[in-house]
């Protein structure tokens, strides 16, 4: 089996990314990229160090993480296992990738940058549940968000009767945001479906 080692290799098989691709990048949180995280209740946190790499789901009972600031989202780790594994990656290396999902949306947004990990008495008691704190913080600092493709939960099907995403942006308008108004919008969610059932496989 052959092993794609060289990146013109790779870049050779596949088209080159549309522009919208590109132009939904932000490099920090905007008012519809805000909307849609602090609409998530779950996202899966990937860490990389000394051991490996690591996936991670995150859920909460309300939003998944708060805003410090416009470039810096703090996630509570809530009781685990104690394997520790994302927090030993963190401390290793603080390079981290979020996506988030919202119940009901084929769209996830993704973020990412770099993460380290405090037990700071005042931020952990942000996070209060009933006198439960969480052991430590996850604190991220934002290097890109962007939306990703909605194919691959488009395939899954994973949704069939739950919907949340009723008032959540759509990528047209995420896009409409990211461009001053010079793409996406109305057009660009009105034609996706057809794209998508175009070229799903």
Do not use: H
């Amino acid at each position: 089996m052959r092993k794609i080692r060289d990146i013109d290799a790779l870049a050779a098989l596949y088209g080159k990314p549309g522009a919208p691709a590109l132009r939904k990048v932000a490099t920090q949180m905007t008012p519809l990229y805000r909307k849609w995280i602090m609409t998530s209740r779950l996202c899966v946190l990937s860490t990389v160090g000394a051991r490996g790499t690591d996936g991670s789901p995150r859920g909460d009972d309300g939003p998944v993480v708060m805003e410090l600031d416009a470039q810096t989202l703090a996630m509570p780790d809530w009781r685990g296992n104690n394997r520790l594994d994302s927090l030993r990656n963190i401390v290793d290396d603080g390079r981290v990738s979020l996506m988030f999902i919202v119940a009901g949306s084929v769209n996830v947004v993704r973020v990412n940058g770099t993460a380290f990990l405090t037990d700071d008495a005042a931020l952990r008691a942000r996070f209060d549940k009933n006198g439960r704190l969480p052991a430590t913080v996850i604190v991220i600092e934002i290097a890109e968000i962007y939306t990703q493709c909605a194919r691959a939960l488009m395939r899954s099907g994973i949704w069939a009767g739950i919907d949340e995403s009723g008032d959540l942006p759509s990528v047209g308008e995420i896009l409409a945001e990211m461009t001053s108004g010079e793409e996406g919008g109305a057009p660009y969610d009105d034609a996706w479906g057809a794209r998508a059932a175009d070229t799903m496989w």
